[in-house]
């Protein structure tokens, strides 16, 4: 007998958990999944009260660090997510930025050493299901491409030592979903400095190799709010200046990649506990 079903996402800062898994985090938590939020960073680097950014005069890591994780325990409550851990490791910055070179941030401890704590959490809850972001971090990040390689050792680990995860999936931005919300913006006139038709080679998931689609409409207000609770980093998120009769399309569908599954699954996959339940 399997023990309770078990949903972990692996996010590099505070705000990540919402856009590409804000809506599995609601939906399956609503239908009584045991909800796991794991989040390797402090969010340091991210933008200061007024809006400083890092590097600038001003620009308080520590206070970023309290408002960050404050507006993370808002978010998770409009997400419903039923537990969220820490890894608690220093931001590492942007690709080239200062941060990148310090010994403490996230990026540059090893991999052995953070891995070991996120297997401890994954003998604590026993996730069958496990997220993460693709090889690139989604989009490049370096905190992003190590909570990737940190959730690929423990699963790895993990599943030599208890046979789980039973599936592993990659979070996902199909590429035809960002062409289609182009389009979307032109028609309501909505202002935006981005050419969704010439989409750069390396920018999101090219849609064959998307194996899973999730809907998710009936949790796109929670969505928006728990965006909205990461007041502090509303300059870097594009999607809180969208009209909210937008959102539905924009944000009702969560699209994963499933890398790795023992278990049987079926050709069009919209539930990630598809062969488990
Ligand atoms: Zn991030």
Partial sequence: ???????????????????STGGIFARYAEEGVRTVLVTCTNGEQGDGPGGVKPGEPGHDEDAVRER??????????????????????????????????????????PLAQSAAKLTALMDKYRPQVLVTYDENGGYGHPDHIQAHRVAVVAAEAQRERRGLPHKLYHTAMPRSGFRAMGSLLREAGVEFDFDFDELPEDFGTPDEKITTHVDVRSYVDRKRKALAAHASQADNIFFLRLPDDLLPQVLGTEAFVRVKSDVAVPDDEDDLFAGIR
């Fill in 1 to 19: 007998m399997e023990s309770e079903l078990t949903l972990m996402a692996v996010h590099a800062h505070p705000d990540d958990e919402v856009l």
């Fill in 68 to 109: 960050r994780l404050a507006e993370l325990r808002d978010s998770v409550a409009h997400l419903g997510i039923e537990h969220v851990e820490l890894l608690g490791y220093r931001d590492s910055g942007m690709v080239g930025w200062d941060a990148n070179t310090r010994d403490d941030v996230f990026a540059n401890i």
